[in-house]
């Protein structure tokens, strides 16, 4: 099954921790959804808007590994959503922050393993930096 990440999953190490034998298959662009932080990296609906991140191949164990990592069904739930892949559009399992977290800023550490990861699949960090300038407390 395919499984989009644009937060900490997106970090092959902490991946291949979690999900040993995932297949990273690189850079995808989530539709009709924006960016945020709101502690951890969240997604949101939002039309003509998208967010960057990687695809992966995964498994029911792995599937069941991200499910516990990320609270589901309670602090993010999970959907399928369109994800565009070179010049297919596919669905994907995408994790969505259940309601009711406010944007608030990630833990330096958090946001370093968010970057190395978009650095690992060269994905530009413009959306990561957009969100923490947009509060105006970019980390330096």
Same mark, same amino acid.
């Given at each position: 099954?395919?499984?989009?990440?644009?937060?900490?999953?997106?970090?092959?190490?902490?991946?291949?921790?979690?999900?040993?034998?995932?297949?990273?298959?690189?850079?995808?662009?989530?539709?009709?959804?924006?960016?945020?932080?709101?502690?951890?990296?969240?997604?949101?609906?939002?039309?003509?808007?998208?967010?960057?991140?990687?695809?992966? =191949?995964?498994?029911?164990? %792995?599937?069941?590994? /991200? @499910? $516990? !990592? +990320?609270?589901?069904?309670? #602090?993010? &739930?999970?959907?399928?959503?369109?994800?565009?892949?070179?010049?297919?559009?596919?669905?994907?399992?995408?994790?969505?922050?259940?309601?009711?977290?406010?944007?608030?800023?990630p833990?330096?550490?958090?946001?370093n393993?968010?970057? =190395?990861?978009?650095?690992? %699949?060269?994905?530009? /960090? @413009? $959306? !990561? +930096?957009?969100?923490?300038? #947009?509060? &105006?407390?970019?980390?330096?």
């Amino acid at each position: 099954m395919l499984y989009f990440a644009y937060g900490m999953n997106t970090n092959p190490k902490e991946m291949f921790q979690r999900c040993p034998g995932a297949k990273s298959l690189g850079h995808a662009r989530l539709v009709n959804h924006s960016f945020r932080f709101a502690r951890h990296a969240d997604v949101e609906p939002c039309g003509d808007s998208f967010v960057d991140g990687v695809l992966w =191949e995964i498994t029911d164990q %792995h599937l069941k590994s /991200l @499910d $516990q !990592l +990320e609270g589901y069904p309670f #602090y993010y &739930d999970r959907v399928v959503s369109s994800v565009v892949y070179g010049a297919r559009t596919l669905h994907a399992l995408v994790y969505r922050m259940q309601p009711g977290h406010e944007d608030s800023e990630p833990t330096r550490g958090y946001y370093n393993l968010v970057c =190395e990861g978009y650095r690992a %699949h060269n994905i530009p /960090l @413009d $959306q !990561l +930096e957009n969100c923490l300038e #947009y509060r &105006d407390t970019a980390f330096g």
